[in-house]
């Protein structure tokens, strides 16, 4: 049997020293903007001793992406700073930082996107009590969104984590766009089959990993994250997460992480 002490060597090249990675959990203690706290840094520096990584609560990509107050943001330029002393924070106790990138999509209010209407791949709203109707992304945003992706890829690097984490899973936007349920769409992004609602995440990792080859002088880690089934009809079930799983295997990620 693999023992939990031994070292864990991924595809890209990053070895953690053990196979014990903490499980992104938000605290929601970032500023309004998303700028990371004092507080934020200490507690993700406390929790990295002994671990081999820790994967960080969601970050934003987007504004119009962000999920709920307190969290994360990677969306602009000016978070350099932060981030960095975060991953910085981490990588003082031996462990490797991985920071999990999201897009909320239409699982989050208008009430902290500033008052913007909340958005996601087509104008359905989701089967929870107090769900918002959302806005379908035109096609020029839908890109626009991926590039962010692909940004925030590129500003993880520059602020020294060794990895993303996509957060596919918990109905986020990327879930969104696989999901026949969210995704209605007639447009390249949308279709009957999964192969059409997959577009977006194939997009998606192509941006991820021209990120990557540009700005990463190191290896860098790229893990995905999924969510098998969805209780909608239509929804996403098994068999539609076992044929994603088919495509992510022949994908430069180095991991998949269920939830
Ligand atoms: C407070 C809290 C915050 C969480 N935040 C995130 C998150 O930002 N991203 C994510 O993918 N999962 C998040 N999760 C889910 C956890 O990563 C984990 O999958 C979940 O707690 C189930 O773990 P368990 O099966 O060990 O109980 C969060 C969970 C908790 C309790």
């Known amino acids: 049997m693999t023992n939990f002490n031994e070292p864990l060597q991924f595809k890209s090249g990053v070895t953690l020293r053990n196979r014990l990675m903490m499980s992104p959990m938000t605290t929601k203690q970032s500023f309004y903007n998303g ?25 934003n990509v987007e504004d119009l992406g962000k999920g709920w107050d307190g969290e994360l943001s990677i969306a602009h330029d000016t978070m350099l700073p932060g981030l960095s002393a975060l991953a910085k924070g981490i990588q003082s106790q031996g ?13 989050t209010q208008r009430s902290v996107l500033g008052g913007h209407q909340i958005v996601s791949a087509s104008a359905v709203a989701a ?17 626009q969104t991926i590039q962010a992706f692909g940004d925030a890829t590129r500003r993880a690097i520059q602020a020294g984590f060794d990895g993303i984490e996509l ?11 696989f999901s026949p349920h ?6 390249q992004y949308g279709g009957e089959t999964p192969q059409e ?36 009809t239509p929804g996403i079930r098994f068999s539609d997460t076992m044929w994603l799983l088919t495509q992510l295997r022949e994908s430069r990620l180095d ?3 269920v939830y």
């Open 127 to 143: 089967l929870r009590d107090d769900a918002e109707m959302p806005r379908e992304m035109t096609t020029e945003e839908v890109q």
């Open 35 to 59: 700028s990371i706290t004092r507080d934020e840094i200490g507690y993700y520096t406390q929790r990295a001793a002994g671990l081999g990584a820790v994967i960080t609560g969601a970050a």
């Open 167 to 177: 957060h596919g899973a918990n109905t986020y936007l990327i879930q969104q766009f």
């Open 182 to 187: 969210s995704n209605r769409r007639t447009d």
């Open 95 to 107: 462990a490797k930082a991985i920071v999990q990138i999201v897009h909320a999509g239409r699982m």
């Open 255 to 257: 991991y998949v992480h």
């Open 197 to 232: 609602r997959y577009r977006f995440i194939d997009e998606l990792l192509t941006a991820v990993f021209k990120a990557v080859d540009q700005y990463a002088d190191r290896p860098f880690v790229v893990g995905y994250r999924f969510s098998p089934e969805e209780f909608e």
